[in-house]
Protein backbone atom coordinates (compact mmCIF):
# COMPACT_ATOMS: atom_id res chain seq x y z
CA UNK A 1 0.00 0.00 0.00
CA UNK A 2 1.17 3.39 -0.92
CA UNK A 3 1.47 5.91 1.93
CA UNK A 4 -0.60 8.46 2.12
CA UNK A 5 0.91 10.71 4.28
CA UNK A 6 3.54 11.13 1.14
CA UNK A 7 4.19 14.67 -0.03
CA UNK A 8 4.23 15.38 -3.52
CA UNK A 9 8.26 15.67 -2.86
CA UNK A 10 8.40 12.31 -1.40
CA UNK A 11 6.61 10.89 -4.12
CA UNK A 12 8.99 11.86 -6.72
CA UNK A 13 11.65 10.44 -3.97
CA UNK A 14 9.67 7.08 -3.87
CA UNK A 15 8.95 6.79 -7.65
CA UNK A 16 12.48 7.46 -8.56
CA UNK A 17 13.26 4.05 -6.48
CA UNK A 18 10.41 2.03 -8.45
CA UNK A 19 12.06 -1.24 -10.63
CA UNK A 20 11.32 -0.94 -14.26
CA UNK A 21 8.30 1.14 -13.81
CA UNK A 22 7.84 1.24 -17.38
CA UNK A 23 6.54 5.08 -17.70
CA UNK A 24 7.43 5.49 -21.15
CA UNK A 25 4.97 2.77 -22.18
CA UNK A 26 2.77 3.49 -19.55
CA UNK A 27 3.11 7.63 -20.15
CA UNK A 28 2.09 7.16 -23.83
CA UNK A 29 -0.73 5.05 -23.28
CA UNK A 30 -2.12 7.13 -20.57
CA UNK A 31 -1.27 10.51 -22.44
CA UNK A 32 -3.69 9.04 -25.94
CA UNK A 33 -6.62 7.94 -23.18
CA UNK A 34 -6.27 11.26 -20.85
CA UNK A 35 -6.33 13.33 -24.03
CA UNK A 36 -9.14 11.31 -25.80
CA UNK A 37 -11.48 11.06 -22.51
CA UNK A 38 -10.75 14.43 -21.02
CA UNK A 39 -10.32 17.80 -22.19
CA UNK A 40 -6.91 18.32 -21.93
CA UNK A 41 -7.44 20.20 -25.53
CA UNK A 42 -5.05 22.73 -26.70
CA UNK A 43 -6.14 26.04 -27.31
CA UNK A 44 -3.52 29.83 -26.79
CA UNK A 45 -4.32 29.90 -23.46
CA UNK A 46 -3.44 26.61 -21.81
CA UNK A 47 0.23 24.82 -22.15
CA UNK A 48 -0.19 20.56 -22.11
CA UNK A 49 2.84 18.84 -20.08
CA UNK A 50 3.70 14.93 -19.00
CA UNK A 51 5.63 14.49 -15.54
CA UNK A 52 7.88 11.79 -15.56
CA UNK A 53 7.72 11.05 -11.57
CA UNK A 54 10.72 8.25 -11.81
CA UNK A 55 13.43 11.01 -13.70
CA UNK A 56 12.18 13.86 -11.64
CA UNK A 57 11.56 15.70 -15.53
CA UNK A 58 9.29 16.39 -17.93
CA UNK A 59 8.60 14.01 -20.60
CA UNK A 60 6.40 16.15 -22.64
CA UNK A 61 5.66 20.35 -22.16
CA UNK A 62 4.14 22.30 -25.42
CA UNK A 63 5.74 25.52 -26.64
CA UNK A 64 2.57 27.80 -25.72
CA UNK A 65 4.00 27.70 -21.71
CA UNK A 66 6.30 30.54 -22.83
CA UNK A 67 2.72 32.81 -23.42
CA UNK A 68 2.36 31.63 -19.82
CA UNK A 69 5.14 32.21 -17.42
CA UNK A 70 7.58 33.57 -19.93
CA UNK A 71 10.19 30.68 -20.09
CA UNK A 72 10.84 28.27 -22.80
CA UNK A 73 9.45 24.89 -22.95
CA UNK A 74 13.18 23.75 -23.60
CA UNK A 75 13.80 25.62 -20.25
CA UNK A 76 11.31 23.10 -18.02
CA UNK A 77 12.55 19.80 -20.75
CA UNK A 78 16.16 20.80 -19.43
CA UNK A 79 15.88 22.14 -16.18
CA UNK A 80 13.23 19.35 -14.49
CA UNK A 81 10.80 19.48 -12.41
CA UNK A 82 12.58 21.21 -9.78
CA UNK A 83 13.19 24.28 -11.96
CA UNK A 84 9.22 24.47 -12.09
CA UNK A 85 8.73 23.88 -8.23
CA UNK A 86 11.44 26.91 -7.61
CA UNK A 87 9.16 29.47 -9.49
CA UNK A 88 5.88 28.30 -7.09
CA UNK A 89 4.92 31.42 -4.54
CA UNK A 90 6.57 29.41 -1.53
CA UNK A 91 2.61 29.49 0.65
CA UNK A 92 1.37 27.99 -2.56
CA UNK A 93 3.61 25.23 -2.67
CA UNK A 94 3.41 24.51 1.21
CA UNK A 95 -0.31 24.12 1.00
CA UNK A 96 -0.02 21.79 -2.18
CA UNK A 97 2.91 19.87 -1.31
CA UNK A 98 1.46 18.99 2.31
CA UNK A 99 -2.00 19.42 1.44
CA UNK A 100 -3.04 19.06 -1.93
CA UNK A 101 -0.83 16.25 -2.87
CA UNK A 102 -1.60 14.07 -0.36
CA UNK A 103 -5.63 14.81 -0.38
CA UNK A 104 -5.52 13.80 -4.26
CA UNK A 105 -3.73 10.42 -3.21
CA UNK A 106 -6.47 9.33 -0.63
CA UNK A 107 -8.60 10.09 -3.11
CA UNK A 108 -6.89 7.37 -5.29
CA UNK A 109 -6.37 5.04 -3.04
CA UNK A 110 -9.66 4.36 -2.99
CA UNK A 111 -9.93 3.66 -6.74
CA UNK A 112 -8.41 0.79 -8.78
CA UNK A 113 -5.04 2.66 -10.67
CA UNK A 114 -6.30 1.69 -14.18
CA UNK A 115 -9.32 3.40 -13.45
CA UNK A 116 -6.89 7.34 -12.57
CA UNK A 117 -7.35 8.07 -16.33
CA UNK A 118 -11.31 9.11 -15.30
CA UNK A 119 -10.21 11.57 -12.35
CA UNK A 120 -8.99 15.17 -12.97
CA UNK A 121 -7.26 16.60 -10.09
CA UNK A 122 -7.12 20.65 -10.58
CA UNK A 123 -5.69 23.40 -8.33
CA UNK A 124 -5.01 27.22 -8.34
CA UNK A 125 -1.59 28.66 -7.78
CA UNK A 126 0.63 31.58 -8.05
CA UNK A 127 3.95 31.13 -9.87
CA UNK A 128 6.72 33.80 -10.46
CA UNK A 129 7.02 34.74 -14.22
CA UNK A 130 10.28 35.60 -15.73
CA UNK A 131 8.93 39.36 -15.56
CA UNK A 132 10.01 38.65 -11.94
CA UNK A 133 5.90 38.98 -11.08
CA UNK A 134 3.51 36.42 -9.89
CA UNK A 135 1.11 35.12 -12.19
CA UNK A 136 -2.34 33.31 -10.80
CA UNK A 137 -2.42 29.62 -12.91
CA UNK A 138 -4.82 26.64 -13.26
CA UNK A 139 -3.63 23.30 -13.40
CA UNK A 140 -5.77 20.48 -14.46
CA UNK A 141 -4.10 16.84 -14.36
CA UNK A 142 -4.44 13.28 -14.15
CA UNK A 143 -2.48 10.59 -12.17
CA UNK A 144 0.26 7.77 -13.96
CA UNK A 145 -0.05 4.63 -11.58
CA UNK A 146 1.97 1.39 -11.34
CA UNK A 147 -0.19 -1.25 -11.23
CA UNK A 148 0.42 -0.93 -6.93
CA UNK A 149 -1.13 2.55 -7.41
CA UNK A 150 2.42 4.45 -6.89
CA UNK A 151 1.96 7.57 -9.03
CA UNK A 152 4.90 7.41 -11.78
CA UNK A 153 3.47 10.70 -13.01
CA UNK A 154 1.00 13.09 -14.21
CA UNK A 155 -0.93 14.50 -17.72
CA UNK A 156 -2.43 17.54 -18.45
CA UNK A 157 -2.12 21.76 -18.52
CA UNK A 158 -1.49 24.87 -16.91
CA UNK A 159 -3.50 28.16 -17.75
CA UNK A 160 -3.25 31.68 -16.77
CA UNK A 161 -6.26 32.86 -14.90
CA UNK A 162 -4.74 35.95 -13.79
CA UNK A 163 -7.09 38.63 -15.26
CA UNK A 164 -10.06 36.47 -13.87
CA UNK A 165 -8.40 36.11 -10.11
CA UNK A 166 -6.94 38.59 -7.98
CA UNK A 167 -7.48 36.94 -4.33
CA UNK A 168 -4.80 34.54 -2.77
CA UNK A 169 -7.19 31.59 -2.51
CA UNK A 170 -6.18 28.17 -3.52
CA UNK A 171 -9.23 25.73 -4.99
CA UNK A 172 -8.80 22.36 -5.03
CA UNK A 173 -11.08 20.26 -7.35
CA UNK A 174 -11.45 17.25 -8.20
CA UNK A 175 -13.47 15.58 -10.80
CA UNK A 176 -14.94 12.60 -12.58
CA UNK A 177 -15.02 11.84 -15.67
CA UNK A 178 -18.26 10.29 -17.62
CA UNK A 179 -18.99 9.62 -21.17
CA UNK A 180 -22.85 9.30 -21.26
CA UNK A 181 -23.69 8.73 -25.32
CA UNK A 182 -20.53 9.70 -26.12
CA UNK A 183 -20.41 13.26 -24.78
CA UNK A 184 -18.04 14.47 -21.96
CA UNK A 185 -19.40 15.11 -18.91
CA UNK A 186 -17.44 15.91 -15.56
CA UNK A 187 -19.08 15.73 -12.22
CA UNK A 188 -17.19 17.66 -9.37
CA UNK A 189 -16.65 15.17 -6.60
CA UNK A 190 -14.52 16.89 -4.09
CA UNK A 191 -14.03 20.69 -3.86
CA UNK A 192 -11.67 22.74 -1.38
CA UNK A 193 -10.55 26.21 -0.62
CA UNK A 194 -7.58 27.26 0.97
CA UNK A 195 -6.14 30.71 2.31
CA UNK A 196 -2.05 30.82 1.90
CA UNK A 197 -2.68 34.31 3.54
CA UNK A 198 -3.93 32.43 6.95
CA UNK A 199 -1.18 30.14 6.36
CA UNK A 200 1.33 32.45 6.59
CA UNK A 201 -0.04 33.94 9.99
CA UNK A 202 -0.67 31.11 12.02
CA UNK A 203 -4.01 30.85 12.06
CA UNK A 204 -5.64 27.40 13.16
CA UNK A 205 -8.67 25.62 11.25
CA UNK A 206 -11.01 26.62 14.78
CA UNK A 207 -10.09 30.22 13.95
CA UNK A 208 -10.58 30.27 10.51
CA UNK A 209 -13.77 28.69 11.00
CA UNK A 210 -14.91 31.38 13.37
CA UNK A 211 -13.93 34.02 10.73
CA UNK A 212 -16.23 32.51 8.53
CA UNK A 213 -19.19 32.75 10.90
CA UNK A 214 -18.45 36.02 11.79
CA UNK A 215 -18.05 37.20 8.36
CA UNK A 216 -22.05 35.37 7.80
CA UNK A 217 -22.78 38.13 10.51
CA UNK A 218 -23.84 35.76 13.30
CA UNK A 219 -22.98 37.10 16.72
CA UNK A 220 -20.38 34.94 19.05
CA UNK A 221 -23.43 33.23 20.85
CA UNK A 222 -24.82 32.25 17.44
CA UNK A 223 -21.14 30.98 16.28
CA UNK A 224 -20.80 28.81 19.82
CA UNK A 225 -23.64 26.91 19.09
CA UNK A 226 -23.27 26.43 15.70
CA UNK A 227 -19.45 25.11 16.83
CA UNK A 228 -20.57 23.41 20.28
CA UNK A 229 -17.92 25.55 22.01
CA UNK A 230 -18.26 28.25 25.03
CA UNK A 231 -18.63 31.97 24.09
CA UNK A 232 -15.44 32.52 25.71
CA UNK A 233 -13.86 30.09 23.89
CA UNK A 234 -15.24 32.32 20.08
CA UNK A 235 -14.07 35.31 21.79
CA UNK A 236 -10.35 34.31 22.73
CA UNK A 237 -10.33 33.30 18.74
CA UNK A 238 -11.30 36.49 17.90
CA UNK A 239 -8.77 37.69 20.07
CA UNK A 240 -6.07 35.77 18.77
CA UNK A 241 -7.22 36.67 14.94
CA UNK A 242 -6.89 40.35 15.62
CA UNK A 243 -3.34 39.95 17.25
CA UNK A 244 -2.27 37.71 14.22
CA UNK A 245 -3.92 40.18 11.62
CA UNK A 246 -2.91 43.21 13.31
CA UNK A 247 -6.55 44.40 13.26
CA UNK A 248 -8.37 46.78 15.43
CA UNK A 249 -11.46 45.05 15.53
CA UNK A 250 -13.70 42.96 13.87
CA UNK A 251 -14.64 45.68 10.89
CA UNK A 252 -11.12 45.44 10.19
CA UNK A 253 -10.88 41.61 10.57
CA UNK A 254 -13.54 41.33 7.92
CA UNK A 255 -12.31 43.73 5.80
CA UNK A 256 -8.76 41.89 5.71
CA UNK A 257 -10.74 38.72 5.00
CA UNK A 258 -12.11 40.37 2.08
CA UNK A 259 -8.99 41.67 0.67
CA UNK A 260 -7.13 38.45 0.99
CA UNK A 261 -9.91 36.29 -1.03
CA UNK A 262 -11.61 34.32 2.27
CA UNK A 263 -14.91 35.42 1.74
Given at each position: MYPLSHTFLGSLEIAQKQENPS???????????AFERTDFTFNSGNAPYMIDYTVRNYGYVHKAVINIVGYS?????????????????????????????????TFLSNHA??????????????????KGDFATLLQRSSFILSPEGVPLGTVGYVTD????????????????????????KAEIVYQKNYYPELTMLDISRREAEVLRWI???????????????????VNNHRKSM??????KNSFELLSFAVKNGII
Amino acid sequence: MYPLSHTFLGSLEIAQKQENPSFVKTGAHFLRRAFERTDFTFNSGNAPYMIDYTVRNYGYVHKAVINIVGYSAAYFLKNGVDAYVGKWHPDDFEIYNENIFPENLTFLSNHAPEKSVNFVFSHTFRIKTQKGDFATLLQRSSFILSPEGVPLGTVGYVTDITPFKRDKCMTHVIECLHKPGGTKKAEIVYQKNYYPELTMLDISRREAEVLRWICDGLSSKQIAEKMRISINTVNNHRKSMLQKTDCKNSFELLSFAVKNGII
